[in-house]
C-alpha cells in the first residue's frame, strides 16, 4: 500500500511563501505524476500542478508563475513551492499519485491558509 504524507502548510500573510512536501512510500519514478490538488471550502478539488516521471511540469492558470512543482529522488519526495500568495490560495492541499495501471493514492492534506 502507498502511503502519501503531506507537510509544510500554516498560516501565511498575503504576498508570503511556503513549501509543501509530500512524502512517497516507495520509488516516487514508479507513478507516471505526481499531483499536487487544493480544495477550498465549497469548492470542488482542483489540480494545482502536475510533475510527470519524465519531468514535464503544469500548473493551473491560477498559480502559474507564482508556484513551482519539483521532486527529489532520493528522498521520494515531491514540493510545492508557493510563492507571492494570495487568499484566494487558501485551501487544503493534497498530494496524489498516479501509477501504471490506473491506480491512483492519496495524501490526507495540509491546511494553508493566507490571511493577514
Known amino acids: 500500500q502507498v502511503q502519501l504524507v503531506e507537510s509544510g502548510g500554516g498560516l501565511v500573510q498575503p504576498g508570503g511563501s511556503l513549501r509543501l512536501s509530500c512524502a512517497a512510500s516507495k520509488n516516487i519514478f514508479s507513478f507516471n505524476a505526481m499531483n499536487w490538488y487544493r480544495q477550498a471550502p465549497g469548492n470542488q478539488r482542483e489540480l494545482v500542478a502536475v510533475?510527470?516521471?519524465?519531468?514535464?511540469?503544469g500548473y493551473a492558470d491560477s498559480v502559474k508563475g507564482r508556484f513551482t512543482i519539483s521532486r527529489t529522488g532520493a528522498k521520494n519526495t515531491v514540493f510545492l513551492q508557493m510563492n507571492s500568495l494570495k487568499a484566494e490560495d487558501t485551501a487544503v492541499y493534497y498530494c496524489?499519485?498516479?501509477?501504471?495501471?490506473?491506480?491512483?493514492?492519496w495524501g490526507l492534506g495540509t491546511q494553508v491558509t493566507v490571511s493577514s
Open positions: 510533475i510527470t516521471r519524465d519531468g514535464a511540469t
Open positions: 496524489n499519485a498516479l501509477g501504471n495501471f490506473r491506480d491512483e493514492y
